[in-house]
């Protein structure tokens, strides 16, 4: 079979969907940080639509590490299909990506695309845990790749330390400003990149940092997209639907949103033509999204994967923890914010359950569980801190944390790995605790990074989750229905 390349990308069947540009044509106005599947099934489809509205909008993904990226795409003129899984099947052919670079092997190229003045946009997928930020939500000075940037700011290995090396370029050769957008699962996060970039830039040049706080703009963006990385079905899948091989295909539901700040230093792709909602206040699409989608779903993880399931679809579709998401999503996090005017709040949790139960879409359970203790505080904590102030319940809510301290307990006790930025910490406090003692909780939360001292000497939390831990201390696959009736 062969393989897909631009020779051949005008020869897939007609099924096969494409937005209608002349790629060969297109010239590289974005570059992208973290080019990985969420990036490729949203953000980089967006402009690939976009582009059929004119604008040289090509994009240029930066991968900080790997090279699996750029090697599997390269061999295919980065061409790449997304696989639309639900009711309707569909395949996209995207043609956005016109080039990957690795940060590691070249430094200069990546440097010249950031620097170069055609490029008005740097957008970011870098995850929670790539903001380098403390538990106050600010730069954390004491981060090894923040301590080696700040050393060698001219070979950083960090997201902040490349944005401030190659904002400082702009700013000695008066290049035309830019705008930097987050795309990452973070509250308020592009305010929080812009403080991370110019504390950054602070340290090492006081007139670098004002030029950035008075030029560059960091939008504030919610993302929503259920992406599941891809395997060897998918490959088999795509090869079989578009009958030339795809090295890396992309898979994700049909439901795809993005809200964007309307706050920009330069020019734009046209994104309202193809869907993305312009707005001056993200903060209550950005709570709805946070809260209600990624804290169900880090609730269902954590809870899933104790009862023995493998996927959200399996665990929503048990009645036990069907009731309890949905008993949190509307009793307990649903009061916790102002949702924007135009949002029916209790039909956007209905969609979300719905989503959870595609057929179509195998979402391991065991990816959401990643770094539980960057997203922990977006997606659970901020929740139970308003409620708390507001007196509302924060019992099932806490069942998701206790659920996570579980998870922690089983794979120290296991020895297992997990993916986590503070892995060894956790485990090590992990390895202490029995997984069904008081004085477990006591221990975990004692993790400031990640609990607060604010939050963890309000007795109402401590024994909230106390008193989910100790009924989860005894569920497993043989008897959801009685444990989970007693949260
Ligand atoms: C998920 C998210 O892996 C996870 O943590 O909760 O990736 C989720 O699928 C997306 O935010 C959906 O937009």
């Known amino acids: 079979m062969q393989q897909l390349n631009n020779s051949n990308s005008n020869q897939l069947p007609e099924s096969v969907i494409h937005s209608n540009y002349d790629r060969n044509q297109l010239g590289i106005g974005i570059v992208h940080l973290g080019p990985g599947a969420f990036h490729r099934a949203h953000q980089a489809v967006f402009t690939d639509n976009a582009l059929a509205y004119g604008g040289d909008w090509g994009i240029c993904g930066v991968s900080m590490r790997s090279k699996g990226v750029r090697d599997n795409l390269a061999e295919q003129d980065n061409l790449y299909t997304l696989a639309i899984l639900d009711e309707q099947p569909a395949y996209q052919l995207v043609g956005a990506i016109k080039e990957v670079l690795v940060l590691g092997d070249q430094r200069e190229q990546v440097m010249q695309r950031l620097t170069a003045a055609t490029t008005h946009i740097v957008s970011l ?133 993005w809200v964007i700040e309307d706050n920009f230093s330069g020019p734009r792709p046209h994104w309202e033509k193809v869907g993305v909602t312009f707005t001056h206040d993200v903060s209550g699409y950005e709570k709805a999204k946070l809260r209600l989608l990624n804290g169900s779903h880090s609730t269902l993880a954590y809870t899933g994967l104790r009862c023995g399931f493998e996927t959200v679809s399996e665990a929503i579709s048990h009645p036990a923890l069907h009731k309890l998401i949905s008993s949190m999503l509307l009793d307990e996090v649903k009061p916790s914010f102002n949702a924007p005017i135009e949002m029916d709040v209790a039909e956007y949790i209905q969609a979300i359950l719905k989503r959870y139960a595609n057929p179509h879409i195998r979402h391991l359970l065991a990816q959401i569980a990643w770094d539980g203790s960057q997203k922990l505080p977006f997606r659970l904590l901020g929740t139970i801190k308003d409620n708390l102030t507001k007196g509302n319940s924060i019992r099932l809510l806490s069942t998701g944390v206790a659920a996570w301290l579980h998870f922690l307990v089983n794979a120290a006790h296991q020895s297992l790995s997990i993916t986590d930025p503070l892995a060894d910490l956790l485990l090590t406090t992990a390895a202490d605790c029995s997984g069904h003692d008081a004085s477990d909780v006591t221990k975990l939360l004692a993790i400031s990074a990640v609990f607060p001292a604010e939050l963890v000497n309000q007795s109402q939390f401590s024994e909230a989750v106390t008193k989910a831990y100790l009924t989860l201390a005894s569920l497993n696959p043989t008897n959801i229905e009685s444990v989970l009736d007693r949260i």
């Not at 700040?150 to 400003?177: C, D, M, T």
């Not at 008075?214 to 578009?242: E, G, H, Q, W, Y």
């Not at 009958?243 to 439901?255: G, L, S, Y």
Request: hydrophobic share 40%; proline share 4%; charged share 25%.
């Open 125 to 257: 997928t870098v995850t929670e845990k790539g903001y380098c930020l403390n538990g106050d939500g600010l730069l954390d000075r004491t981060h090894t790749d923040v301590v080696h940037d700040l050393a060698n700011p001219e070979q950083p290995n960090s997201a902040i330390g490349l944005l401030a090396a190659a904002l400082q370029v702009r700013f000695e050769q008066n290049h035309k400003a830019l705008t930097i957008i987050s795309c990452d699962n973070l509250a308020d996060n592009g305010s929080k990149l812009g403080k991370a970039v110019v504390a950054f830039a602070r340290e090492l040049n006081d007139k670098l940092a004002d030029w950035i706080e008075a030029n560059i703009c960091f939008p504030n963006t919610m993302v929503d997209s259920i992406t599941p990385a891809t395997d060897d079905a998918l490959k088999d899948r795509v090869a079989a639907a578009i009958q030339v091989n795809d090295n890396w295909p992309i898979q994700r539901e049909a439901f795809s949103q």
